[in-house]
């Protein structure tokens, strides 16, 4: 089950009579039972392990902690142990990876879908307007990006209602933590193949996770293509990153490809693109363009940014993200997505197509009167989302009604700056959650996030494949689960 009712192996030393005749002859884990002196230990190893293997961040009370490298470091948020997940899920979510990866990279090439699709949305929202101008200027241009590098996660929660596993959404921009989520997988393998006996788990049973290496392989694969051995990798950051150190891990694991760090800002100026399409940055050739930043309009304070994003699309690197790339993974498109026979557009084989239906939730567009009318009824079913990335920005519960109410008041035009998605429900569970050195417990649900690396040079697909993965486990009462945001750790999984 999804739950922690796994039989113990050894059971836990009792501490009194009276427990000890109240034990079934075959014990369960329960969080209830557990005493506090092994779960102090357990945070104990935990820590000594974050702090050796580098799954740290920059510490938020120290003032430089995310601009200098190893100058205020804490371990990353984690929760103590896997979260049970089913196999079979598990299997499922491994399996569309590959095929998701696909359907980004043919949308990506049909440029009057995207700019179809979200044509209403430009009116609505000024972000999205903004990228959409650059996409519409590539495509003036007839600009072709013949090596196309996504480096993507698909994110998914197990619906306890409908028993089964629903995509939330398609990340195609600055996917966080692929350079942690092997680490969280290996320390959870550290700690239960030092307590498993004691707590009943077997380390194998964690799935093995190579999602630092595989996004690393991924880079440097594209870097060959690009093929000018004296060009480095650039990462996109936002200037003040408490978050570098996943980003390090995977810089360095691209086999010594020189990678520079530049702010979009900084790319604005230092940043030309030559007649032969180069795109050099303090005089050097850049090959690959990785962004992990210029995904929210905070990215973007003033024109220098958005010149930036234009100067490198313009250019001949490979970016991961592409403009088309990053406009197919708006919620907007993934609406688009899940309306009957738009899928059939982009994939011709039936089996690939029902393999990702299958895990589409409800999606609707605010011009659906009978969807407005039942999310104003039952606004707890519904989430209501607008065209943004990181954390945060979704509507919840009465908001959803308050919200409708006033759109409908205030006229059509903002309607299509949101979409509306059925809410899902995962099975509630007791997990430790480690933030800062101290552990609680507390009420969690999780998300499941698996990655996937794409590859391609014209009509050469070098890689496609699922590149590790991600838990993230929340409290239940919070609606949010962003890591970076403060709502959530980062987890692994224990297959059941
Ligand atoms: P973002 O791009 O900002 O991460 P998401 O669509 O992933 O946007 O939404 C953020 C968070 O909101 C998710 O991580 C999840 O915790 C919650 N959430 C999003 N969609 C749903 C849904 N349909 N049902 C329940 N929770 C959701
Ligand atoms: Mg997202
Ligand atoms: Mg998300």
């Known amino acids: 089950s999804f739950i922690f009712h796994l039989n113990l192996r050894k059971p836990a030393p009792l501490r009194c009579a009276s427990s000890l005749m109240m034990e079934s002859p075959k014990p369960i884990l329960d969080f209830e039972k557990f005493d506090d002196g092994f779960v102090q230990k357990l945070v104990y190893d935990a820590l000594v392990w974050s702090s050796l293997h580098g799954l740290v961040v920059g510490d938020k009370t120290h003032q430089r902690s995310g601009t200098v490298p190893g100058v205020g470091m804490m371990h990353a948020p984690i929760a103590l142990l896997p979260t049970p997940f089913p196999e079979s899920y598990w ?12 359907l980004v990279d043919r949308i990506s090439l049909d440029g009057k879908f995207i700019q179809d699709s979200l044509s209403r949305t430009k009116k609505a929202d000024v972000f ?9 200027k590539m495509l003036e241009r007839n600009k072709r990006e013949d090596i196309r590098l996504g480096l993507h996660r698909s994110d998914y929660m197990l619906d306890e209602e409908t028993k089964s596993l629903l995509q939330i959404e398609m990340n195609t ?4 933590f692929p350079g942690f989520g092997r680490l969280v997988t290996e320390l959870h393998q550290s700690l239960l193949r030092s307590h498993g006996d004691h707590l009943g788990l077997d380390s194998e049973r964690v799935p093995r996770n190579g999602s630092t290496f595989q996004f690393a392989d991924a880079m ?6 690009y093929n000018n051995p004296r060009a480095v990798v650039m990462v996109v950051v936002q200037p003040d990153e408490r978050n570098m150190y996943d980003q390090h891990w995977l810089s360095s694991n691209t086999h010594n490809i020189v990678t520079i760090r530049k702010s979009l800002a900084e790319v604005e100026t230092e940043g030309r693109v030559h007649e032969d399409g180069t795109l050099t940055v303090g005089g050097q050739a850049v090959s690959v363009v990785y962004y992990r930043s210029g995904y929210t309009p905070r990215d973007y304070p ?3 940014e958005w010149n930036a994003r234009l100067l490198i699309e313009q250019s001949s690197a490979v970016k991961c993200p592409s403009i088309a790339y990053h406009l197919a993974g708006t919620k907007k498109i993934q609406q688009e997505l899940a309306k009957p026979g738009v899928l059939e557009r982009f994939m011709d084989n039936k089996d690939d197509v029902a ?5 589409f939730a409800g999606l609707w567009s605010l011009d659906d009167s009978e969807i407005i009318k039942k999310a104003i009824e039952k606004p707890e079913l519904f989430v209501m989302k607008p065209q943004r990335e990181g954390g945060g920005n979704n509507i919840y519960g009465d908001d959803v009604r308050e919200n409708l109410l006033r759109l409908q008041r205030e ?6 700056a949101y979409i509306l998605m059925q809410r899902i429900f995962p099975k509630v569970s007791n997990v430790f959650l480690l933030r800062d050195g101290v552990y609680h417990k507390d009420q969690a649900i999780s998300e499941l996030g698996v990655y996937g690396a794409y590859l391609r040079n014209k009509e050469r697909v070098i890689i496609n494949e699922q590149s590790g993965y991600l838990m993230r486990t929340k409290v239940s009462s919070s609606d949010e689960g962003g890591v970076a945001a403060g709502y959530a750790v980062l987890d692994s999984i224990y297959l059941n």
């Open 355 to 359: 393999k990702l239906r299958k895990c």
């Open 173 to 176: 921009i600055s996917c966080s």
């Open 302 to 304: 003033s024109e220098s």
């Open 128 to 136: 999205t307007s903004r990228l959409l101008e650059i996409h519409s």
């Open 91 to 102: 299997n499922q979510a491994c399996e569309v990876a590959p095929v998701f990866n696909e």
């Open 411 to 416: 006229g059509e035009e903002e309607n299509a």
């Open 220 to 225: 440097a694969k594209a870097w060959l293509e």
